[in-house]
């Protein structure tokens, strides 16, 4: 049987990841929360003891090296409010000629606390960069390039409305890659000058069909931007159903696709001098690494490094192509940074990081296994289902997780909390119902708009797959989910009521009628895509919201909420916590003041798991079967 390892060991697991090199590629910077709060780290390539370049109260989102001086930008935001902020960390005395020195000093470059800042990226000489903010206009995002070390940026572009993110410079610095979002399947590359602001489109052409796409960058010899893309090649209309690797050719928006694999490609890297091209495969939910050279991209000739069960989450080359650095985590492997040397073809990965485990022995950790279960139409669903060790004979309560999104996708990533579960004797069954990203297009968008329902129907069937197959006691079952995934765990016991002991909504949706009014403005049409339009379709979204059928709830609920989310407002949770008290529906309401769309201040977590827990103990583990 598993060792018994206390809660706050597992909450105490820490991560690293965002590698980023020095210009001499000799550093790393990275993000870790090993003091509880995700800050700036540095350490040598060879490995060594680490250094901390950050000392704030607030989490560190994102951070890049210069390309030139031993420099970092990063961004930060307040309380999880999501309102980015830019810093400049330059090195002030003591400086080494690798990495920053014995001294450093942080600028806010942003100075415009209400606006969100996105960091694009450098130009080739580190003079310049460029980012994206709403600062004009909450709804909308424009483009922006600013002078490194100064304070006043250049408004370059100003956006139609919603997403319009700053990717990065063309080679010769004179065009900045623009991609904007309208909807998940609604996607547009443009070139903006950056002498005067005028702006093309690169792709998809006028007429075609709608496209996505993601990870851009332009090609070493500024001729092509490389793209994960679905958009159509050559004189083609329809978009194609899974994502594929292409180059989009500058001169005149014309794609030619190099990979297609049997399934989606997720991500692609060039290197900084042309030399290889880094592509991650989504294979069911796992990652598969392919490091080619760009001479033979379209042909068969690749290095695919040995990975354990996970996923690739990060991948950059050092300046001097001498490595590749690795984000990467999987159900046995916390988040770490891993580095593989391109000198020496097949060598395997070689752990740069190395993120506490708290004192939780690495064989504690269980692997998913990846099931298929037939829903209401006799589609296939696939779920990661993580089994925990039980006499035989014995049916375990199991918990059913709904992800957020919807557009995304329960991978094999490491989760404390899964693991936890497992170790004291819980079944942790994740499906990735309709509208779930890593299928193909078709198969995401099966739950737009009036389709919503049939999502909640393949959860269901989740948990009756546990039933019938005997995987799981049916006395037994909670389901539990955040934001998008809260709306699933809401609808389900709705839609559901006798099939739940227990439901847990974390940052949910529970009247689309409200959060798509009070989502942040720059979300709305965004969300309107997926949801539905509070023009058209608000009687359909009234009808579909939990808060208008809290009559049918029979189980105990906890709802947990951060205060200052901007993505599902606090009103969300206050809304459902209210209904449900009022008709005497058991109810534990955890809100956190300074926490926005999720729990991630370990302070806080502390505070919020081991209750819910005791939650679930309470109302599942130990109900009488």
């Known amino acids: 049987m598993p060792i018994n390892y206390p809660l706050e060991n597992y909450l105490n697991i820490r991560s690293a990841g965002s590698p980023t090199f020095s210009p001499d590629s000799r550093t790393v910077a990275f993000i870790t929360n090993i003091t509880g709060i995700a800050q700036v780290w540095q350490v040598p390539v060879g490995g060594g003891w680490p250094t901390q370049l950050t000392f704030t109260n607030e989490s560190v989102r994102g951070v890049r090296y210069h390309p030139r001086r031993h420099e970092l930008i990063y961004s930060m935001d307040s309380g999880g409010n ?48 460029v980012f994206s903010a709403n600062r004009d206009d909450a709804a909308r995002f424009d483009v922006y390039v600013q002078a490194w070390g100064q304070e006043q940026a250049r408004l370059l572009a100003r956006g139609p409305g919603g997403y319009f993110t700053a990717l990065g410079f063309s080679p010769d610095g004179r065009t900045v890659l623009v991609l904007r979002t309208e909807s998940n399947t609604k996607q547009e590359l443009h070139l903006i000058e950056l002498a005067n602001g ?41 978009s194609r159903d899974l994502a594929g690797l292409a180059r989009i050719a500058l001169e005149n928006g014309e794609v030619e696709y190099v990979q297609t694999p049997g399934h989606e490609v997720e991500a692609v890297v060039p290197s900084p001098r042309g030399e290889w091209v880094a592509w991650l495969v989504n294979v069911d939910g796992r990652s598969r690494l392919h490091l080619t050279r760009t001479r033979d991209l379209a042909g068969n000739q690749h290095w695919v490094p040995e990975l354990p069960l996970g996923v690739v989450n990060t991948l950059t080359f050092a300046p001097d192509e001498s490595k590749l650095a690795v984000g990467f985590d999987g159900p046995r492997h916390n988040p ?40 209401f139409d006799e589609r296939m669903i696939p779920a990661w289902f993580y089994r925990p060790a039980v006499r035989a004979g014995e049916l375990p309560p199991v918990i059913v997780y709904p992800h957020g999104g919807p557009e995304s996708q329960t991978r094999p990533q490491f989760n404390a909390l899964f693991q936890y579960f497992v170790a004291n004797g819980y079944g942790v069954l994740a ?76 940052v949910g949706i529970a009247n689309f009628i409200t959060f798509l009014e009070r989502t942040g403005p720059y979300r709305r049409a965004h969300r309107e895509g997926e949801y539905g339009s509070l023009e058209r379709d608000r009687e359909f979204l009234q009808r579909i919201s939990p808060i208008n059928m809290v009559d049918r709830i029979r189980c105990p ?27 005497m529906i058991p109810v534990e309401y955890l809100r956190y003041e300074d926490e926005g769309h999720g729990i991630a201040r370990l302070r806080n977590r502390l505070d919020c798991y081991p209750r819910m827990v005791a939650f679930l103990d309470r109302h599942v583990k130990n109900r009488p079967q």
């Open 431 to 506: 499906p990735n119902v309709r509208g779930s990203t890593g299928y193909g297009t078709a198969f995401m968008n099966l739950d737009n708009v009036e389709r919503r329902l049939d999502a909640v129907n393949d959860l269901a069937h989740a948990a009756f797959w546990l039933r019938d197959q005997r995987q799981g006691d049916p006395r037994r079952l909670a389901v539990y989910g955040g934001s998008y995934g809260g709306f699933m765990v809401l609808a389900a016991v709705t839609r559901y009521p006798d099939l739940f002991a227990a439901g847990i909504n974390v």
């Open 557 to 583: 609920m906890m709802v947990i909420h951060g205060a200052n989310d901007p993505r599902v407002p606090i009103g969300e949770a206050e809304q459902i916590v209210a209904a449900l008290r009022m008709r």
């Open 336 to 375: 770490d940074i891993h580095l593989l040397d391109v000198t020496q073809p097949g060598r395997p990965l070689s752990q740069l990081t190395r993120s506490s485990r708290a004192g939780v022995a690495v064989n504690e950790f269980a692997e998913p296994e990846l099931i298929r279960y037939r829903t």
């Open 198 to 238: 005028r702006s093309r489109r690169l792709a998809p052409r006028e007429g075609v069909a709608d496209a996505q796409f993601r990870s851009a960058h332009f090609s070493h010899d500024g001729r092509f931007v490389y793209a994960v893309t679905t958009v159509a090649a050559g004189a083609g209309r329809e």
């Open 82 to 129: 999501e309102r980015t902020q830019l810093y400049w960390l330059r090195g002030v005395a003591g400086n080494t000629d690798h990495g920053l020195g014995d001294g450093w000093l942080s600028t806010d470059l942003s100075r415009q606390p209400a606006a969100i800042h996105t960091f694009g990226d450098f130009n080739s000489d580190g003079t310049q960069f």
